[in-house]
């Protein structure tokens, strides 16, 4: 063999092994390394992670939100239906100023008269919004009545109620203010 096939075939040798290690190299870059792969995944989870805790995180701020609002306005229909009333008691008043010696009987009666559908209008709106009065007849229970004095009573028995000093309200099934209440001895 000669010198130019030795050299000829040294060189097709070289270049042979040249293209196998390129090939081995495009082999390892198109295969994913498994670190990088894994980083990706541990990237993408973490982006998933923030995305999630950011909803969850709005999500509690509007509930918030939405509570401190259902709290602020709870009493809204209750004070629409009181501003009936306060009406009522405004006309009470101009009438009363409007009134003069001749006609002063007259503007007493009806001032009588508007003060008691006033009342009656007030307790509608009381029962309409779960307020009840608290009844009073009877035995003393020591759960909605609160007893302040005790005194004697022949017509009732021990531990009655003899008189009322002060009404009592519940609403829906808890006492506002406990009815306050003589008992008899």
């Known amino acids: 063999m000669s010198q130019e096939e030795k050299d000829l075939e040294q060189t097709q040798h070289e270049e042979q092994q040249t293209e196998e290690t390129e090939a081995q190299n495009d082999e390892t870059n198109t295969e994913v390394d498994p ?24 999500a509690k701020k509007r ?49 009588k008269e508007g003060v008691k559908l006033t009342y009656e209008q007030l307790k509608k709106i009381l029962e309409k919004n779960h307020i009840k009065e608290i009844a009073c007849d009877g035995e003393f229970d020591p759960e909605v009545h609160q007893a302040i004095m005790q005194v004697e009573s022949e017509d009732h028995k021990p531990g009655d109620i003899v008189q009322v000093m002060q009404k009592g309200y519940t609403i829906k099934d808890r006492v506002l203010r406990p009815a306050m209440v003589s008992t008899c001895k």
């Open 63 to 111: 509930l918030e939100k939405d509570k401190a609002n259902a709290v602020a306005y709870a009493n809204e229909s209750f004070a629409k239906d009181i501003l009936a009333v306060i009406d009522s008691f405004e006309q009470a008043l101009a009438s009363i100023e409007g009134a003069d010696e001749e006609n002063s009987a007259e503007v007493l009666e009806k001032m």
């Open 35 to 58: 670190l990088e792969a894994a980083q990706a995944e541990a990237a993408e989870y973490k982006d998933k992670y923030i995305r999630a805790h950011a909803d969850f995180e709005n």
